[in-house]
């Protein structure tokens, strides 16, 4: 199994900054793509942003040009670098990760339990 630990959620004011990490540990395992979702109150779950493990980004229209995600492989953590925040960022964040565990032939994709972003003045 593959762990996800999500961190860096709070309260901040509209225009602030956050950040929010993303730290995997468990079995020995790789890992590809990391992402970022979010889920607002009374909403489905969306997609933020994603890097794979040689770098490439991508983001959803409504954060590009104010969040850049990107991660450490040494220490398998992924960052959300969250700037000039709007109320409507507020939300859950959650990470997850493609991963393959020694021993199991399949990528699976593993999720962490979320750290609330609450975006008001």
């Known amino acids: 199994q593959v762990q996800l630990v999500e961190s860096g959620g709070g309260l901040v004011q509209p225009g602030g900054s956050l950040r929010l990490s993303c730290a995997a540990s468990g079995s020995t395992f790789r890992i590809n793509y990391m992402r970022w979702n979010r889920q607002a109150p009374g909403k489905q779950r969306e997609f933020v942003a994603a890097i794979g493990s040689g770098g490439t980004t991508n983001y959803a229209d409504s954060v590009k040009g104010r969040f850049t995600i990107s991660r450490d492989n040494a220490k398998n953590t992924v960052y959300l670098h969250m700037n000039t925040l709007k109320p409507e960022d507020t939300a859950v964040y959650y990470c997850?990760?493609?991963?393959?565990?020694?021993?199991?032939?399949?990528?699976?994709?593993?999720w962490g339990q979320g750290t609330q972003v609450t975006v008001s003045s």
């Open positions: 997850n990760a493609d991963a393959l565990i020694s021993g199991d032939p399949d990528w699976r994709t593993y």
